[in-house]
């Protein structure tokens, strides 16, 4: 028999998801904080299974939420993500293949609809879409790529530089806004958009000497030979070893005898004198070993991955401690309850598989994307989703969030029913993928298909084609195309292929 605290507790429970059901309605229209970094893998977040590092407050979301564990891009490049992001379209029909390309911001985009669903809406940080944000009443961002020390932001009131670290720097103006400057009487949507953890990797001061001393584990496949794929990925030029540049990727300053570092490299960095003697004592005493080293072949290659990482990792750990700051103002603000927060970041990235660094290839760590998001009494705490997502669904789902329907002809599908841990037995098998650029990091045009299990890429400017089977083969090291055994699931693939892409009408 159960003792009657039981009982009672069974009956709380029951009631608090009877309200929590009720509570969800399309009146309920909750605030979205969406948290947005650039480059950052699941290969280096805690709870996707890191074995590299830590993140207990991107966890905490997902720990109190839930997390999309297939989530994925169709072109996995920064300024391409974000406009499929806003747009719920493929890169094809948003126009924005490249990220040189300019994005039409007069096309209709999910801030936008918010905005005329009565939200407030904010972007802060990094934009990359070469136009001016629309469909923001707030917007602050970074020119470009934007600067980790001394950032310049621009707004509808001109340029600006503030003194500090990007990622500190793109919080506290988030949570300025929040706190300050949003009319209070909206439901709101804010974008806080990350520089951090992309290339060239300078971490805050603080972080330095973070890992300091420690052995970051390798990935298996950093020497891989590239046997049993096509031409194409033997061309690329983004390995670590090869590529990877000594003095602006990893800090390698030569050390001076009168110990005064290049001014001209500081300068580069954007540093301050001051920010500038930190960084060279930080820097200094590994910089100096490793000249007197003179390391070479797959001993040199490990030098520069540890230091990579490392780089890396501290950037991240920057970004994470900031997720906390924002999830900590929530609380205090009293916000939490009311507010959908997700972390997901515009593309992977390689942290040493193959020997790369960079993204672009529709292999498994460019092409997944971080995804976890809290919803109070809506998301339960916990869930995990295996369906294959992709960032087409981002616009539909926040238009369902805030109440709205999501138009009919955007790609992509609300997810709200998968985070809410609802069974969606019709939800899609596969994804369509589409690289455009030309020569960037050596990597070919290309498009794909992948299903839960298969992969199957076609380099169509060569006519080379890749087949995967992720179940024998997760880290795809070899390419199963024109084998026998495989010829009846590589027809179906390219059938497959064939039918999104006549289904998304692309050209
Ligand atoms: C820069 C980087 C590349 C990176 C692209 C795209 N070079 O060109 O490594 O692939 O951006 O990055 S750098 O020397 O300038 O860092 S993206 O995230 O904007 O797509
Ligand atoms: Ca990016």
């Given at each position: ?56 407050n ?262 994470d401690e900031n997720v906390g700051r924002i999830l900590d ?179």
């Amino acid at each position: 028999m159960q003792r009657p605290q039981k009982l009672f507790q069974t009956f709380r429970g029951t009631l608090c998801l009877a309200l929590a059901l009720l509570a969800f309605d399309a009146s309920s229209r909750p605030n979205i904080v969406f948290i947005f970094s650039d480059d950052h893998a699941v290969n280096a977040i805690g709870a996707y299974g890191s074995r590299i590092n830590e993140t207990p407050n991107i966890d905490r979301i997902a720990r109190e939420g839930t997390i999309l564990l297939n989530n994925m891009c169709g072109n996995s490049i920064c300024g391409p993500s974000r406009a499929t992001i806003l747009t719920g379209l493929h890169s094809h029909a948003n126009g924005f293949l490249k990220n040189r390309d300019e994005f039409n911001g007069a096309q209709r985009t999910f801030p936008k609809l918010l905005q005329q669903g009565g939200y407030e809406t904010a972007v802060i940080g990094k934009w990359h879409l070469t136009s001016e944000p629309t469909g923001f009443d707030h917007w602050d961002v970074l020119p470009g790529q934007g600067s980790y020390y001394n950032p310049t932001f621009i707004s509808p009131e001109g340029r600006r530089r503030i003194y500090g670290y990007n990622t500190d720097i793109v919080t506290d103006l988030s949570i300025r806004w929040l706190q300050e400057e949003r009319d209070s009487e909206k439901p709101f949507m804010l974008m806080c958009q990350f520089k951090a953890p992309h290339r060239n990797w300078m971490p805050n001061l603080k972080h330095l000497n973070k890992y300091d001393g420690e052995h970051i584990p390798e990935p298996d496949s950093l020497f891989d030979d590239f046997d049993g794929r096509t031409s194409s990925i033997k061309k690329n030029s983004m390995m670590i070893g090869r590529h990877m540049r000594l003095v602006g990727d990893l800090q390698l300053d030569r050390p001076d005898p009168n110990n005064e570092y290049d001014v001209r490299t500081a300068s580069r960095r954007g540093l301050s004198p001051e920010q500038n003697r930190q960084w060279d004592a930080a820097f200094a005493p590994e910089n100096a070993a490793f000249y007197e080293a003179n390391l070479e072949g797959d001993d040199m290659v490990r030098w520069k991955y540890q230091r990579y990482i490392k780089n890396y990792l501290r950037c991240i750990a920057s970004v994470d401690e900031n997720v906390g700051r924002i999830l900590d103002y929530l609380d205090w603000a009293g916000l939490a309850e009311d507010t959908l927060v997700i972390y997901s970041s515009d593309q992977g990235f390689y942290l040493g598989e193959h020997g790369f660094f960079d993204k672009r290839w529709m292999y498994e760590e460019s092409l997944r994307m971080p995804f976890v998001a809290r919803w109070p009494g809506v998301i339960p705490a916990g869930g995990k989703v295996s369906e294959i997502t992709q960032n087409i669904d981002f616009a539909p789902t926040f238009l369902e969030v805030a109440g709205l329907t999501p138009p009919d002809d955007m790609h992509g599908r609300s997810a709200l029913g998968l985070l809410r841990g609802e069974p969606a037995p019709d939800w899609r098998d596969s994804i369509y993928y589409h690289y455009y650029e030309k020569g960037g990091h050596g990597v070919a045009r290309h498009e794909g298909v992948r299903t839960n299990r298969y992969k199957l890429i076609h380099f169509y400017n060569v006519d080379e084609w890749e087949f995967y089977d992720l179940e024998q083969d997760p880290n795809e090291m070899l390419s199963r195309y024109g084998e026998p055994q495989y010829a009846a699931q590589v027809e179906l693939l390219r059938a497959e292929l064939g039918r999104l892409k006549s289904a998304y009408a692309v050209p």
